[in-house]
C-alpha cells in the first residue's frame, strides 16, 4: 500500500509570493492533516480536514488556508510569504476522523523563503 | 490537552533496550499516550498507543505507571537506526479530529 506522498518535495520562492503544496492521503484515508516544522518553534498543527470540511486550526494567520477534494486529497496555501515560512510542511493521514487511530505523515514538502 | 515532559536527549548502546521516559502529571481520564519518532529529515513515525493497559507492538512496548501520570517507551534492542527524535504526545480522543501537540521530543542517540 503506498504511503503518503507530498509533492513537491522542495520549494524555492520569494518574499510576497504564494505557494500551494500538495498531499495525497494512503488509499481510504479521509483525515488529512498538515504540520509545520521549523528549528526555532518545532513541529506544530496547521489544519486538519475531514471528508472535505476543515475540523480544526492551529494558531496560524490567515496567509495559511487548505482545502480537501472528494478523493481525500489536499492541498495547502501559503499566501504572501514571509521569510519565517520556510519550514518543512508535513502532512499526515489517518483512516478515520475520530478514536485513538494513528496518523501517517507523508515525507514533508521543504520551503525555503528568500 | 496535557502537557508532557520529556529528557532532551539520551544515549543508548547498540543491542541494549533503550527506555525513554515521559511525564504527564495533568493527564486526565480520557487522554491516550501515544509515541512517534522523528529520523532525521524524514516525516514522523508513529511507534505506539495506550490508555491505561501497558501495551507491545513489533516495534517497542508502552509503560504506563498505575497513576497514569508518567508512562516509558521500550526499545527492547536498540539499532542504529532507531536514532531519532521521540515524541510523547498525549491527547484527548473524541470526535473531534486527529490534532496532535508535539513538545520537543527526546533525542535519542544509539551508539556502536
Known amino acids: 500500500k503506498a504511503g503518503v506522498t507530498q509533492t513537491p518535495r522542495y520549494l524555492i520562492k520569494t518574499r510576497g509570493q504564494q505557494v500551494t503544496l500538495s498531499c495525497s492521503p494512503i488509499?481510504?484515508?479521509?483525515?488529512v492533516s498538515w504540520y509545520q516544522q521549523t528549528p526555532g518553534q518545532g513541529l506544530q498543527f496547521l489544519f486538519e480536514?475531514?471528508?472535505?470540511?476543515?475540523?480544526n486550526k492551529g494558531n496560524f494567520p490567515g496567509r495559511f488556508s487548505g482545502r480537501q477534494f472528494s478523493n481525500s486529497r489536499s492541498e495547502m496555501n501559503v499566501s504572501t510569504l514571509e521569510l519565517g515560512d520556510s519550514a518543512l510542511y508535513l502532512c499526515?493521514?489517518?483512516?478515520?476522523?475520530?478514536?485513538?487511530?494513528?496518523?501517517?505523515f507523508g515525507p514533508g514538502t521543504r520551503l525555503t523563503v528568500l | 490537552d496535557a502537557k508532557t515532559t520529556q529528557p532532551t536527549s539520551m544515549d543508548c548502546a547498540e543491542g541494549r533496550a533503550a527506555n525513554l521516559p515521559c511525564n504527564h502529571s495533568?493527564?486526565?481520564?480520557?487522554?491516550?499516550v501515544y509515541w512517534y519518532r522523528q529520523i532525521h529529515s524524514q516525516g514522523p513515525q508513529y511507534i505506539i498507543h495506550?490508555?491505561?493497559n501497558n501495551e507491545t507492538n513489533e516495534m517497542a512496548s508502552l509503560i504506563i505507571t498505575e497513576d497514569r501520570k508518567s508512562s516509558t517507551l521500550i526499545l527492547p534492542h536498540a539499532t542504529l537506526r532507531d536514532t531519532a527524535v521521540y515524541y510523547c504526545?498525549?491527547?484527548?480522543?473524541?470526535?473531534?479530529?486527529?490534532?496532535?501537540?508535539f513538545g520537543g521530543g527526546t533525542r535519542l542517540m544509539v551508539k556502536p
Open positions: 480536514y475531514f471528508s472535505e470540511t476543515q475540523r
Open positions: 504526545i498525549v491527547r484527548y480522543v473524541n470526535n473531534a479530529g486527529n490534532m496532535l501537540t
Open positions: 488509499s481510504g484515508h479521509r483525515s
Open positions: 499526515a493521514s489517518s483512516l478515520m476522523g475520530q478514536g485513538p487511530n494513528e496518523q501517517f
Open positions: 495506550g490508555l491505561k
Open positions: 495533568t493527564i486526565s481520564g480520557n487522554e491516550y
